[in-house]
């Protein structure tokens, strides 16, 4: 009896290894910079398969994927500290021409429309090219061309979101997967990650229960 349970508990073990480092991963949103299409405090499961990326042997032939594409929403590895996650909206891919005119995007001259971003601070800063890696290429930025292999993102959220015009493009090697479904959704203190205390951490959990968002579960996400 103790054999068969060691058994089932291993096999378990093994599978669960299996899927949380080849096919799903969980993340949570912890700043605003994808409001509001992800909101903090939202959980995700992110699709680790959705792009081909040869972690296994034929996976890119045998398993279904997608090309990466504009509008495309993913998890990488921040490039400047790759023990951390970010998840931002792919803009533009390789040899594509981004600028940013008074806010308006344009990939290859052509203003990209965009029913999904949020401004929250109506005011623009003009840019200029000593201030290229500052806050003033929040409004106005390039023109830059996307070198290969590697992709432009941007968060949603553009007046509030530290992404491709403040530490450039970013390697495609560093992409890890497709956010694909919330699966739990509480009304989270903004930097509430940053907040490790004990009393901080009684605090978030009393808000999983009396703040959770029920309208946000299995909210598949575009």
């Keep these: 009896m103790f054999r068969e349970y060691f058994e089932l508990i291993a096999e378990t073990a093994v599978f669960v290894f299996f ?4 096919v799903v991963q969980a993340f949570q949103i912890p700043t605003g910079s994808m409001e509001s299409t992800l ?3 939202d959980f995700l499961l992110v699709n680790k398969f959705a792009y081909a990326r040869t972690v296994l042997p034929l996976e890119d032939k045998i398993l279904p994927h997608k090309k990466l594409d504009v509008k495309d929403i993913i998890v990488f590895r921040y490039p400047e500290d790759l023990t951390k996650d970010y998840v931002k909206r792919v803009i533009a891919l390789e040899g594509d021409i981004v600028e940013i005119r008074d806010k308006q995007v344009f990939v290859n001259g052509i203003p ?9 601070d109506s005011s623009i800063i003009p840019g ?3 201030y290229r890696f ?8 390039g023109p830059l061309t996307v070198p290969r292999g590697h992709c432009f993102a941007m968060g949603d959220n553009r ?10 493009t970013l390697p ?11 699966y739990f959704s509480y009304d989270a ?6 907040k490790t205390g004990a009393k901080e951490r009684l605090q978030k959990y009393g808000r999983f229960i009396t703040r959770a968002r029920l309208n946000r579960l299995l909210h598949v996400i575009r």
């Design 19 to 22: 899927v949380m480092t080849f």
């Design 39 to 41: 909101l903090v405090g």
């Design 112 to 120: 990209l429309a965009e029913n999904y971003k949020v401004h929250i």
């Design 128 to 130: 200029t090219e000593s």
């Design 134 to 141: 500052g806050v003033r290429v929040r409004d106005n930025f």
């Design 159 to 168: 007046d509030n979101s530290q992404d491709s015009r403040v530490w450039g």
């Design 172 to 182: 495609l090697k560093y992409v890890k997967g497709r956010p694909w479904v919330i």
């Design 189 to 194: 203190e903004r930097e509430a990650h940053l």
